[in-house]
Structures are given as structure tokens and as C-alpha cells.
């Protein structure tokens, strides 16, 4: 059990689209997802916290206008880059949580990679 | 910043026993020790965490020492599929607040 994926697994868009991301929780409910955002030889860096039915909460320097994410269900959040550029080229992973659990392990998913040419 | 320190790299033997090292000596009494690792190119991948009692899974043991400041992860019998970058976190009782903090971890490379 447990299990979270995303889709897609990779893409690759020119500069100035907008890329869309899916998290979804396949085997639980998931009050909480987060959003993680790892470069190359870099470790994972939260972006943001995503709560079904309620906005984001973004961390600092993170802008909630370029990275809009919509949690309308209990088993999926969505990650939207709006106007990507080259350096939003990156390994995005999502995690998470399941609803009612008392200590609230994170389980990822396998992580998408965006190029922005 | 990240609260655990953990040595940059370790080799292990195949069938041999991995034990990672973390040191996380600010914890407070309401934080949990959790280890994750991450395969290269894949998401981080849940392993085991405790509180202050050792734990043992499928997985791998957790050994925390008496005052916590410290803790060790086993893997009994080291596979090459083991090879990946393992993380230490502490994490706070209940925190859904996204508050995983990942340091640089441990690559832990598994040799024939």
C-alpha cells in the first residue's frame, strides 16, 4: 500500500508554455501533498503544501503565481509551471500523506523531469 | 537547515551489513527519526522511523541510542540494489506541515 504516482514520468516543452504535473495517491486518501523541487546533485527542497480543498501554501521564494497547484480531490493534486522557462528545468516530486493517519509519513512519487528548452 | 548530520559516502560489500550513521543531537522530545533513500533518478522511497524504541521492518532496523541525539540504520544483508543516497530526517509528532528537511544524506554504494 501506498503507493503515489505522477504523470508525466518526463517532458519537455520550449520556453513560455505552461506544464501540467499530476500527483495522485493510487491505494489512499490524501488530505496532504506536498510539492519538492531537486536539481542536479542537490538535495530535495519543499516548494509547497497542498491541502485538499483549501490553497497552497507555498514556501519562501517560491512563487504561488508561477506554480499554481489545485488539490480538488483526496487523491490528486496537480502542479501547473506557467510560462516555464530554462531554469525551471528540474526533477519535481510529489509526496503524500494519508488522511487520518496519526504520524504522518510522506510517501513520494516517482518524480517527473521537466526540460525547458 | 537540516537537523542530522550524516558522513558523505560509505561502501558496503554485497550480503554484508550496512549501518548508516546520523548524528541529530538538537532533537526535541516530540520529534521523530525517519529515514528515507533515493535510488538515482527516482522519488525518495520511505524506509522506517522511530520515536525512541529501536524499530525493525522488512526494511531495515532503526537503532536510536538511550539519549537520541544519535542513530543508526541496518541493512542486514546489502544488495546492489541498495545503492542509493540515504536521508536522515527528523520530523516533528503529527507535522503535515511539510516540514522534511533533507540534507546532503549518505551514498551508500554496494560492491560485489
Known amino acids: 500500500g501506498a503507493v503515489v504516482s505522477q504523470h508525466p514520468s518526463w517532458v519537455i516543452c520550449k520556453s513560455g508554455t505552461s506544464v501540467k504535473i499530476e500527483c495522485r495517491s493510487l491505494?489512499?486518501?490524501?488530505?496532504?501533498m506536498f510539492w519538492y523541487r531537486q536539481f542536479p546533485k542537490q538535495s530535495l527542497m519543499l516548494m509547497a503544501t497542498?491541502?485538499?480543498?483549501?490553497?497552497?501554501?507555498?514556501e519562501q521564494g517560491v512563487e504561488k503565481d508561477k506554480f499554481l497547484i489545485n488539490h480538488a480531490s483526496l487523491t490528486l493534486s496537480t502542479l501547473t509551471v506557467t510560462s516555464a522557462h530554462p531554469e525551471d528545468s528540474s526533477f519535481y516530486i510529489c509526496?503524500?500523506?494519508?488522511?487520518?493517519?496519526?504520524?504522518?509519513?510522506?510517501?513520494f512519487g516517482p518524480g517527473t523531469r521537466l526540460l525547458v528548452l | 537547515d537540516a537537523k542530522t548530520t550524516q558522513p558523505p559516502s560509505m561502501d558496503c560489500a554485497e550480503g554484508r551489513a550496512a549501518n548508516l550513521p546520523c548524528n541529530h543531537s538538537?532533537?526535541?522530545?516530540?520529534?521523530?527519526v525517519y529515514w528515507y533513500r533515493q535510488i538515482h533518478s527516482q522519488g525518495p522511497q520511505y524506509i522506517i522511523h522511530?520515536?525512541?524504541n529501536n524499530e525493525t521492518n522488512e526494511m531495515a532496523s532503526l537503532i536510536i541510542t538511550e539519549d537520541r541525539k544519535s542513530s543508526t540504520l541496518i541493512l542486514p544483508h546489502a544488495t546492489l540494489r541498495d545503492t542509493a543516497v540515504y536521508y536522515c530526517?527528523?520530523?516533528?509528532?503529527?507535522?503535515?506541515?511539510?516540514?522534511?528537511?533533507f540534507g546532503k544524506g549518505t551514498k551508500l554504494s554496494v560492491k560485489p
Open positions: 509526496s503524500a500523506t494519508r488522511t487520518g493517519q496519526v504520524q504522518e509519513t510522506q510517501y
Open positions: 491505494d489512499f486518501q490524501a488530505t496532504t
Open positions: 497542498s491541502n485538499e480543498g483549501s490553497k497552497a501554501t507555498y
Open positions: 538538537t532533537i526535541s522530545g516530540n520529534e521523530y
Open positions: 522511530g520515536l525512541k
Open positions: 530526517i527528523v520530523q516533528n509528532y503529527g507535522g503535515s506541515q511539510g516540514n522534511l528537511i
